[in-house]
């Protein structure tokens, strides 16, 4: 077949996307085709830099060229990205195309060591992404993110104050923590702690960002509602341990998204501390908090096992100097790696597949 743009395109519906299940060309992932004698250059613009297939498509493309034109063709691909968003002209951070609630049933699960570390890994992987510590009354991320110390900037944009938030790993991060001393107690009734939530949201310059992860506080509560009152969040991750009492909160979470008043898409499950792995002993696994738990919940309640994340001594050492385990080129920082890549893959399922979310309207 001759090389021609037609038989290109031809020749790539011929390649789905593993996840969405479409071809490439009715998702409009080819772009830039460039045909010079027998050499081809064109760009595959996936959904999320953090893509996990991506070598998969490439490979795929390459055969579909090589079957349906010819095996004389010198193929060169450009892997890019344009991170997809079910929001639509939102009136409140019209720059942020995703919005992820991460939460827990019960606390010391290590979420906020779940968030930081998705965090950062996306960022290292090309993408925007901040962080707001909606843990009002124990924010941790200052120091996860060693940044205790600093302090937001303010900027007037127009008649209006905003928030700069903190940069640090490439990513924006605002917390109650960098707006007390750190030894303070931030005693407040919840509507304070709810209006603190909406501040950081609506009066903070985010930007640009390909993702937004709210780190909420353990439980089901006001600061809950009010993030999913306030923007229509695009889906909730639930982290949990495999010990029943973890499950049994993480359970109530879950079941707090999928309320019909609420319904906020449940992306996954992400077990952490799953199994003990010694630092010398990298092929160990010990079951100490129990096996499975996390992935027996996403299978009883019809939602993905986003991946399993293990309890190893250097990512709580990360914690406390706040230098994220994905940083490091190890066994934690591979984990972290594979639960961010599934994360974003989740996000961009979601939004291929489902409808906007909507804001929630219910008075509680």
Same mark, same amino acid.
Request: with cysteine; charged share 20%; aromatic share 4%.
């Given at each position: ?72 063709? +010198? ?15 939102? $009136?409140?951070? $019209? ?19 779940? @968030? ?25 991320? $200052? ?13 007037? +944009? ?41 501040? #950081?949201?609506?009066? @903070? ?7 937004? #992860? ?27 341990? $495999? ?13 707090? #998204? ?107």
């Amino acid at each position: 077949m001759a090389l021609t743009k037609e038989s290109v395109l031809a020749a790539l519906r011929h390649v789905q996307d593993p996840d969405i299940k479409q071809d490439l060309v009715t998702l409009n992932m080819i772009q830039d085709i460039e045909i010079n004698g027998n050499e081809l250059a064109f760009t595959v613009m996936l959904t999320t830099p953090a893509c996990p297939l991506k070598e998969l498509i490439r490979k795929d493309c390459e055969q579909a060229i090589a079957t349906h034109i010819g095996k004389d063709v +010198v193929v060169k691909i450009t892997m890019s990205s344009h991170v997809t968003s079910a929001r639509d002209n939102a $009136p409140l951070l $019209p720059g942020v195309k995703n919005i992820v609630a991460v939460a827990s049933g019960k606390g010391g699960v290590g979420k906020s060591t779940v @968030t930081a570390n998705l965090a950062v890994a996306l960022a290292k992987q090309g993408a925007k992404v901040g962080v707001i510590d909606a843990d009002i009354f124990g924010p941790s991320m $200052p120091t996860m993110f060693n940044c205790e110390h600093e302090q937001p900037g303010i900027k007037k +944009v127009g008649d209006k104050n905003l928030i700069v938030p903190v940069q640090q790993y490439g990513v924006k991060l605002i917390s109650i923590g960098l707006l007390t001393p750190a030894e303070n107690a931030v005693v407040w009734r919840g509507p304070m702690a709810s209006s603190a939530l909406k501040q #950081f949201i609506a009066d @903070t310059e985010w930007g640009d960002l390909d993702y937004l #992860f709210i780190d909420l506080p353990p439980g089901t509560s006001d600061i809950h509602l009010t993030l999913v009152q306030t923007v229509p969040v695009t889906g909730a991750v639930l982290v949990t341990t $495999p010990q029943k009492v973890a499950l049994a909160d993480a359970q109530k979470g879950l079941n707090m #998204f999928q309320q019909p008043q609420i319904n906020v898409p449940v992306l996954g499950v992400i077990e952490n501390m799953a199994y003990f792995t010694p630092e010398e002993l990298p092929e160990n696994k010990y079951y100490i908090f129990g096996r499975g738990g996390g992935r027996k919940l996403a299978e009883r309640h019809k939602v993905p096992f986003i991946g399993e994340i293990p309890l190893v001594q250097s990512i709580r050492e990360g914690g406390d100097v706040g230098y994220p385990a994905i940083m490091q080129d190890d066994v934690t920082g591979e984990a972290f790696l594979k639960v961010a890549e599934a994360t974003a893959q989740q996000i961009a399922i979601r939004n291929a597949e489902k409808a906007q979310t909507k804001k929630v309207e219910i008075k509680v």
